[in-house]
């Protein structure tokens, strides 16, 4: 197992295990990290902050399905899958209370590492999917053909 590897599988117990200090540790002071849901962030606190949202709405456990390395970059693939217990920061500013509900989410990850630390991660998950599953949207029609 490469650097890569192994700060990618610390962050994931990290968050998971709801200990976000050791991200101090695992990200690099300047990481850039990308979301769906709220574009660039930079910087460690800014990082804390965004993986905070998350620990703070969801009670979230991740399947993994695939881990990739490089020399410098670890890939996760999986789902996340969580119960919506807490206030959800939306994009628009806005807060959606709890629903309870649960959604499995596909979810794709890379981490990109230099100098022990992640100083690029870029996250990939459907907005889309993780709205309907929360009740905000309707399931989209499906169509047949024939």
């Known amino acids: 197992m490469g650097q890569a590897r192994e700060l990618m ?3 994931t117990e990290a968050v998971t295990s709801e200990n976000l200090d050791a991200i101090d540790d695992i990200y690099a002071s300047d990481v850039v990290i990308t979301t769906p849901d709220q574009g660039t962030i930079t ?3 800014e990082a804390k902050a965004w993986h905070q949202s998350f620990v703070d709405a969801f009670d979230m456990t991740f399947e993994m399905e ?3 390395e490089t020399e410098d970059c670890a890939i996760d693939q999986g789902t996340a899958l969580a119960t919506h217990t807490g206030d959800m920061p ?3 500013g806005t807060t959606l209370p709890p629903t ?3 959604i ?3 979810a794709c990850d890379v981490a990109t590492v230099a100098n022990g630390k992640i100083v690029r991660h870029d996250f990939y998950f459907d907005q889309l999917e993780m709205m309907t599953q ?3 949207l309707e399931q989209p029609a499906t169509t047949t053909s024939g």
Request: hydrophobic fraction near 40%.
């Open 9 to 11: 599988d610390r962050l």
């Open 43 to 45: 910087g460690l606190a």
């Open 134 to 136: 929360l009740g905000l």
């Open 100 to 102: 309870g509900k649960q």
């Open 90 to 92: 939306l994009p628009d």
């Open 104 to 106: 499995r989410l596909r």
């Open 66 to 68: 695939r881990e990739l």
